[in-house]
């Protein structure tokens, strides 16, 4: 059976089985077998503890417990690049993570595969997944764990092409070190199934070429990806490379929420001294920067948290500073702008075979710019799910009239007694449009950290990326469409208005929909519009940093994540922020110590 999402669950799982492989069942999260049991090994993270444990010290001296002191780096976001980034610097230099959200090793949501939806569908303040939705109507998620973005994707690992690299102006001979210390701790190689290999053998027919086989580099041509999920379901990620930590010089700690950075402005240039966060419980606590040359503060909450950091902590638009009674620290009319996400649209595809669960394996990297992949598995019975209308829905009377830009996820939580069911037996495709034009912007929506900020990402605002998605849905529709594929889905050769409107009545944003939506293309693209996770921007290089991700006008303070982007490297840009997390740890090691460093 084929569940249209006219719940507020039933939203969050179909837009994200877009792109991942979803179980048959949205029963409980307990424990069901010897493969559910989790369990958080002690002795081999020794240094994470809860926020509260932290004793806040205003002088350079030691604290109480020992333990609380100034430290060399102070590193606010253990996500995807803040995990390997600590654990680099640890080697050699005190330093202190600041992480909001808890540990994903006990938490069954982020571990295994077949929970992934469920961990997205949790909208509670513990969750893994906070959910956002753009001003453009297009829901959205962002980490608030442990790992960030590497405990809540679809885990598809593809490194970024020479080019990029170039473009960065980073260290070719570093950066292709830098990669395989991530693969050894966390990565994989999938082991293909049926569907992916239909669609392997369908790109290759419809022109996709050449065959690379499996690879983590980005090539031209039909490919098959890494991916941080084992041969077992089990979802490895950033927080693992934690292991790499030297644990006497390394301090993590778990619901600790940053609410400002803190400066000294006595000076000619701003000087960042420490920073201010919140504990578990609420209560706050500063932690205070060595007074050691080369000491820094490093920003790596992503491209939606270091924007949101630096203008609450005074850097940003004076204007809108202002507005907020934000005291300015460093006008910078650039924090928050360039934002940009690569805008993915799906079409849905019937077929007669069982439909295995599978995540992103397979990938055609066309030379146009365009990403075609695919996830399998979304079926859910009738007797599984208990749904309610919910924000997308005409039918939900309280909500039929306020416009989409005005709505908010938190009223998901209104239950009704209806149920939707259809019968569908398929999968998706998907197209990712990659090096987008269009660009957007972030801004404050209030003073609370806690709050998602305001996200515009224009989505098809420049004619240009509006004509690429066209050519992209024109090559889907030449794959589901080719002889290899109709011979695995055992279909007939469908026309294909009918999937793009089968597609259409899956109301997977809070678009209005046309009436032209499935005769035009273009129309199509604007309409069902999605994201596939992989925004970047608001602290661009040059602009906002420096090539080395120093803030400019400040001393002391850096921001290395996504944030810091032009554009999304390679297929998935996981592999790539995880892979700079290593890299600019290894960058600062050797600046700072030459060959003391031992790196």
Not at 349 to 365: A, D, M, N, Y
Not at 458 to 476: G, S, T
């Amino acid at each position: 059976m084929f569940w249209f999402p006219q719940s507020p669950m039933a939203l969050k799982l179909f837009l994200f089985a877009l792109l991942i492989s979803l179980p048959t069942s949205l029963s409980s999260t307990a424990s069901k077998g010897k493969e559910q049991k989790l369990k958080f090994n002690p002795y081999r993270y020794t240094f994470i503890d809860k926020a509260s444990t932290f004793a806040s010290s205003s002088s350079s001296s030691f604290s109480s417990n020992g333990r609380d002191s100034t430290y060399d780096y102070i590193v606010i976001g253990g996500g995807t690049a803040g995990c390997p980034l600590a654990a680099t610097l640890s080697r050699n230099f005190s330093v202190l993570v600041l992480e909001r959200g808890g540990v994903p090793f006990t938490n069954a949501n982020v571990s295994f595969l077949r929970n992934f939806h469920i961990g997205l569908a949790d909208v509670s303040a513990s969750s893994a997944s906070q959910a956002f939705v753009s001003t453009d109507g297009v829901y959205n998620a962002r980490a608030r764990v442990l790992g960030g973005g590497s405990c809540i994707n679809a885990g598809f690992y593809s490194r970024a092409d020479a080019a990029f690299v170039k473009r960065a102006g980073w260290d070719p001979k570093l950066v292709k070190e830098s990669y395989p210390w991530v693969e050894r701790e966390i990565v994989h190689q999938p082991k293909l199934t049926l569907w992916q290999k239909a669609l392997r053998d369908s790109l290759l027919e419809v022109g996709v070429r050449p065959f690379n086989g499996f690879t983590y580099d980005h090539v031209s041509g039909t490919k098959i990806g890494g991916t941080i999920f084992d041969r077992f379901g089990r979802r490895h990620t950033a927080a693992e490379l934690l292991a790499y930590a030297n644990p006497q010089k390394l301090r993590v700690l778990i619901y600790a929420t940053v609410q400002k950075i803190v400066f000294d402005t006595s000076g000619a240039r701003p000087r960042v001294t420490g920073v201010i966060f919140k504990d578990e419980n609420g209560n706050q606590h500063q932690a205070l920067l060595s007074n050691r040359k080369g000491s820094e503060v490093i920003l790596s909450s992503g491209a939606i948290g270091s924007p949101q950091m630096l203008m609450l902590s005074g850097i940003g638009p004076k204007r809108e500073l202002k507005r907020l009674k934000i005291p300015l620290v460093l006008e910078n009319e650039h924090v928050g702008k360039g934002m940009a996400d690569n805008p993915m649209n799906t079409i849905l595809v019937p077929s007669k075979q069982p439909i295995e669960q599978s995540l992103i394996q397979t990938v055609g990297i066309t030379k146009m710019g365009v990403y075609v992949e695919a996830s399998t598995g979304f079926g859910q019975s009738p007797e599984s799910i208990h749904t309610h209308y919910g924000v997308m829905s005409d039918k939900n009377e309280l909500f039929s009239t306020i416009p989409p830009k005005q709505r908010r996820p938190e009223a998901y939580i209104k239950r009704n007694k209806y149920q939707l069911h259809e019968a569908f037996n398929g999968s998706f495709i998907l197209e990712k449009l990659a090096y987008p034009i269009s660009r957007g912007h972030l801004s404050l929506l209030n003073t609370n950290v806690d709050d998602n900020p305001s996200v515009t990402f224009n989505y098809f605002k420049h004619p240009v990326d509006l004509q690429r998605c066209v050519e992209a849905i024109r090559l889907v529709s030449k794959v589901v469409t080719s002889k290899r594929f109709l011979n695995y889905t055992q279909c007939d050769k469908q026309n294909v208005h009918k999937m793009l409107s089968l597609s259409v009545k899956a109301n997977i944003n809070l678009r209005p929909k046309q009436v032209n939506d499935t005769k035009s293309m273009a129309q199509f693209c604007k309409d069902t519009v999605v994201t596939i996770w992989h925004y970047h921007g608001g602290c661009l290089v040059g602009k906002v940093v420096s090539p080395d991700r120093k803030v400019l006008g400040v001393n002391r303070l850096r921001v290395i994540d996504g944030s810091t982007f032009d554009e999304s490297p390679g297929t998935n840009p996981q592999a790539t922020v995880m892979m700079m997390g290593r890299y600019m740890g290894l960058k600062i090691l050797r600046e700072r110590l030459g060959n003391k460093a031992g790196v």
